[in-house]
């Protein structure tokens, strides 16, 4: 019963933000890296962004550095994902997991302790 749920998606325009949450159930969400991934239709998954369990450090994909910032709630048991300046190309379904490290963004490493849940859906349309 391990399980992390995703939401906070929408629809918004070109320029406008989002802020995305993945909360955990069953399990200790600061014991652990967790990774930010998404899939457009007809794309493969893509790592975004991750933070790290020990210096808390994060690391973000190119195309959306300085744009999207994680953060951790240790109390909430959650980690969160604010999204400005959107662009179209941003839509996707968006998840959350949790990973062996930071390493890469990928998701090779995610852990089993969960597996991929329904996801937010984002769509950045005029």
């Known amino acids: 019963q391990y399980q992390l749920v995703e939401s906070g998606g929408g629809l918004v325009q070109p320029g406008g933000s989002l802020r995305l949450s993945c909360a955990a159930s069953?399990?200790?969400?600061?014991?652990?890296?967790v990774g930010w991934f998404r899939q457009a239709p007809g794309k493969e998954r893509e790592g975004i962004s991750c933070?790290?369990?020990?210096?808390?450090?994060?690391s973000y994909l190119g195309s959306v550095q300085g744009r999207f910032t994680m953060s951790r709630d240790n109390a909430k048991n959650a980690v969160y994902l604010e999204m400005n300046s959107l662009k179209p190309e941003d839509s996707a379904d968006y998840y959350c997991?949790?990973?062996?490290?930071?390493?890469?963004?990928?998701?090779?490493?995610?852990?089993?302790?969960?597996?991929w849940g329904q996801g937010t859906q984002v769509t950045v349309s005029s």
């Open positions: 997991r949790a990973k062996a490290s930071c390493v890469y963004l990928t998701d090779y490493d995610v852990l089993s302790l969960t597996s």
């Open positions: 069953g399990f200790t969400l600061d014991d652990y890296a």
């Open positions: 933070i790290s369990r020990g210096d808390g450090s994060i």
